[in-house]
């Protein structure tokens, strides 16, 4: 018989105290175990404050309740993997030498069961803005739907243009009516991306460029020539993609959003009043200095970031 946790709706574990999920308090029960049944954890890990085993996607102890990620306030603990007793300050286990500073950072192997890991979209409810995460090489800009970006508008050529990391140019598709870069009256058929500060497609639709180390970042910031717009094409559409910002990554890196108006700023001075995003080996990693939370790996499993907040895979 399956019972599952009323606030994050994972099935509990047989006799758990506690959601080995959300560590919700798990409700009073009486489970009937069959001798015949098999309720043996495959692959466990162990929690470091008991020692019970947990599933390896677990984010707390059924026993316990302990966050199986945060290292005990006593003089010594179970090790997660192989269930060994270490001291507080042991860096590796005596017995299996797991990392203890990779477990309890969340990196590594941990990171690779628990966290997400590729492209992703955070989206900041409150500000309603989209922040997408990609790391493919190459993306394209245009009016059909298969594109990357779409932009609905009969200006813009079915496939316009397209940015290319890999070889650190953006490409004009033949379009119409042209790409341009850094208000450069003149159409470009290719032009280095680390030297673009702002791209125009088509005359109307200006991205304005942010680029921090291993991120190539930017957002349409301007349509040119609204009531032309509103005519022939659909302004709330086209209003909708401001609302989107592009990072293009290539490593390891750090994004700041400004907690005021949702928009990726450059490190300031006042930390408290951003949110950060730090991508580590392809996950991502969140924090909130004025919540005293640092480098918390986004999960895939629980939610573990702001109410406010929302994931999306792509």
């Not at 966050?67 to 860096?91: H, Q, R, V």
């Not at 090489?137 to 970006?149: E, L, M, P, Q, V």
Request: aromatic share 12%; net charge neutral.
């Amino acid at each position: 018989m399956k019972i599952i946790c009323d606030q994050c709706g994972e099935t509990l574990l047989p006799l758990a105290n506690f959601c080995s999920y959300c560590g919700a308090v798990a409700p009073p029960k009486t489970v009937i175990v069959s001798k015949a049944e098999d309720n043996s954890i495959k692959d466990p890990v162990f929690c470091p404050v008991c020692g019970e085993p947990a599933p390896n996607d677990a984010i707390y102890c059924a026993r316990c309740g302990a966050y199986l990620y945060d290292l005990p306030e006593k003089s010594s603990f179970f090790c997660p993997a192989c269930k060994e007793k270490n001291k507080t300050n042991a860096k590796v286990c005596i017995s299996c030498r797991l990392s203890f500073t990779d477990w309890f950072s969340m990196r590594g192997a941990v990171a690779e069961r628990l966290g997400y890991k590729g492209n992703i979209t955070l989206k900041e409810t409150m500000n309603d803005i989209s922040y997408h995460f990609i790391w493919d090489k190459t993306i394209s800009i245009g009016r059909h739907a298969d594109n990357y970006i779409q932009i609905p508008a009969p200006w813009v050529s079915g496939y316009h243009c397209k940015l290319d990391l890999k070889n650190n140019l953006i490409i004009d598709l033949d379009s119409k009516n042209g790409t341009y870069v850094n208000r450069n009256s003149q159409p470009v058929n290719n032009f280095p991306i680390d030297q673009v500060y702002e791209f125009n497609i088509a005359g109307i639709f200006t991205f304005t460029v942010l680029k921090i180390a291993n991120a190539f970042i930017f957002r349409l910031t301007a349509i040119l020539n609204q009531t032309l717009c509103g005519r022939m094409a659909n302004m709330h559409v086209l209003d909708e993609i401001r609302k989107h910002y592009y990072i293009l990554l290539t490593g390891d890196t750090d994004i700041y959003i400004y907690k005021i108006n949702g928009q990726i700023v450059q490190p300031f001075e006042h930390m408290e009043e951003t949110y950060q995003i730090g991508i580590s080996n392809h996950f991502f990693y969140f924090s909130d200095t004025s919540q005293n939370v640092s480098d918390r790996l986004i999960l895939k499993k629980i939610k573990n970031i702001p109410v406010n907040w929302e994931i999306v895979t792509k």
